[in-house]
């Protein structure tokens, strides 16, 4: 989407290095790209190496939930697919976190619940050979993540569960185990989504922008708060979009997150 690609058709101009002005201009001094799977974490790499902002980059390698069918139906096999994800992770020094990986059981129509836990698991094994933390996905699993979490927790010195809808009780489990708690918009959409938000800790929260998902949108129970935001730090965090049909360099484009918003 930052390449002005969206479902797999070129809409716009890529405006990556824009947007990176963006969220410089907004306080942003360094940032991480998500690798989502094997690809997208090669992807990663070389987006950072080709990129004039070379310096604030950073990535995550590993495989989402939804992806995971990709371990077996890689040619060389799901140890092949493993190794290749571990190899990116040692090779550079760029790679900051293990991930995004975890459970989603909203999404199975993508993976089968067994595929996902048994992937999930052999995530741990990456972050456990490297000493890296784990950027954490949960979505709808009961117990499961919590316990696949829990019999894994010795294998990984701090994470992350990004993107966190659970409940209080959840939340306060998490941090239990020593988690910390990631916060993005889609933390935000309901009264009650903002009630556990005020519940975490200080020292347990991080804010994330997920881009390009997960902005807030005028629906949100989140939305009413970012008109006391004064416009002068309005500027930086939300300038103005254009539908991206009607893409105009410098502008935002609606519904697409972006870095400067994390403001
Ligand atoms: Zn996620």
Known sequence: MFKGIYRG???????????????????????IITGTNLAESKEAIEQIEQSEHKDM?????????TR????????QGPQGYFDALLAIAKQHAKVVAIGECGLD???L???????????????????????????????????????????????????????????????????DLGLYIGVNGCSLKTEENL??????????????????WC?????????????KIP???????????KKKEKFEPGCMVKSRCEPCTIG
């Open 109 to 175: 129509q993508f993976c089968a619940k067994e595929t996902q836990l048994h992937y999930f698991q052999k995530q741990f094994d990456l972050a456990e050979i490297t000493g890296l933390p784990m950027f954490l996905h949960n979505r709808n699993t009961g117990g499961d993540f919590y316990d696949m979490i829990k019999t894994n927790r010795h294998k990984f010195k701090h994470g992350v569960v990004h993107s966190f809808t659970g409940s209080i009780d959840e939340m306060r489990a998490l941090i």
């Open 57 to 65: 980059l950073y990535c995550t390698v590993g495989c989402h939930p």
């Open 105 to 107: 059981y909203d999404r």
């Open 231 to 241: 416009a002068e730090e309005q500027a930086c965090y939300s300038p103005p979009s």
């Open 215 to 227: 902005d807030i949108r005028p629906t949100h129970a989140s939305h009413q708060y970012l008109s």
């Open 68 to 75: 995971c069918d990709e371990f077996d139906a890689f040619e």
């Open 9 to 31: 058709k070129q809409v716009h101009a890529d405006d990556t290095d824009l947007l990176l002005q963006r969220a410089i201009k907004a306080g942003v001094q360094k940032l």
């Open 195 to 212: 009630q556990v938000v005020k519940e975490i800790p200080e020292d347990r929260l991080m804010i994330e922008t997920d881009a390009p």
